[in-house]
């Protein structure tokens, strides 16, 4: 994976590949953001990691709250509904994140 191929993680955490972001403590702590505002990556290969389909689950339920807002600011493929709950003190980080990709993006 290229690093341009990354809207979010090479940025905050300086990693340019899925195995490198998994190998990353910071990196698979900010998957599911990446996930969350990059429609474009493959987790195919990944998806067998319980690191990857954790941070998938979170985007999703993350994506099902806010999908509004986050379709507002980032052109994406909507992420399958999940109603579970997500941790209300990830917001700041999200918002955040959104601000970042729609501004370099």
């Known amino acids: 994976m290229a690093t341009d191929q990354f809207k979010l993680l090479s940025a905050y955490a300086g990693?340019?590949?899925?195995?490198?972001?998994?190998?990353?403590?910071?990196?698979?702590?900010?998957?599911?953001?990446?996930?969350?505002?990059n429609d474009q990556l493959d987790l195919t290969p990944w998806l067998h990691d319980t690191a990857v389909q954790a941070a998938y689950q979170k985007a999703c339920r993350w994506f099902t709250t806010y999908r509004s807002l986050i379709t507002t600011l980032v052109v994406r493929t909507p992420l399958p509904p999940d109603p579970g709950p997500i941790d209300q003190r990830d917001y700041r980080t999200v918002m955040e994140a959104l601000r970042f990709v729609s501004a370099h993006h």
Do not use: Q, Y
Not at 18 to 30: I, N, Q, S, Y
């Open 15 to 37: 990693v340019t590949s899925m195995k490198d972001a998994l190998a990353d403590e910071r990196g698979k702590r900010l998957l599911w953001l990446e996930i969350l505002v």
